[in-house]
């Protein structure tokens, strides 16, 4: 048998996935960098490093709208699928991130700390959530129907 030739218990190429959710996995992953990136500079701020503000501020926006764009694709991805729970964890994670440029400049810096570090768990949350089986919601991963 030569090298070359595939064996039979390799797995078999998988299928295609819908660019939906290709887009949805895209979006939440960047978000789940840009979240680490900014938790990183916004630990140097408080560290009285000089010079990152503007960064760490221009990535709160950047990541905002990455954010929603994740919640857009989930909200498509949704009506593909069925799962609800990703397009609303998607969805909080948006809000999450609006309300934390809110805060950010009504200047309260330590409520500003304790969300920045919720939206860094929820986004990667969203990241692997969107990364399970297809995006598939819990019924169809255990073969139910989903209620609806």
């Given amino acids: 048998m030569s090298n070359n030739a595939p064996s039979p218990s390799s797995p078999a190429p998988s299928a295609p996935t819908d660019p939906v959710l290709n887009?949805?996995?895209?979006?939440a992953g960047s978000s789940a960098l840009i979240a680490i990136v900014q938790t990183l500079l916004g630990l140097g701020i408080l560290g009285s490093i000089g010079g990152v503000f503007p960064l760490h501020q221009t990535l709160g926006y950047v990541l905002f709208l990455d954010t929603?764009?994740?919640a857009v694709s989930a909200v498509l991805w949704?009506?593909?699928s069925g799962n609800k729970g990703l397009m609303m964890h998607a969805i909080s994670?948006?809000?999450l991130a609006l309300i934390q440029i809110g805060i950010a400049e009504m200047g309260v810096v330590w409520l500003?700390?304790?969300?920045?570090l919720l939206i860094l768990v929820a986004v990667i949350a969203l990241f692997t959530l969107s990364m399970r089986r297809g995006g598939a919601?819990?019924?169809e991963r255990r073969g139910t129907p989903a209620a609806r």
Avoid: D, E, Q
């Fill in 78 to 80: 949704s009506r593909r």
């Fill in 68 to 70: 929603l764009a994740a």
């Fill in 112 to 116: 500003h700390v304790v969300v920045g």
């Fill in 93 to 95: 994670v948006a809000v």
């Fill in 137 to 139: 919601s819990r019924s």
């Fill in 23 to 27: 887009a949805l996995r895209l979006t």
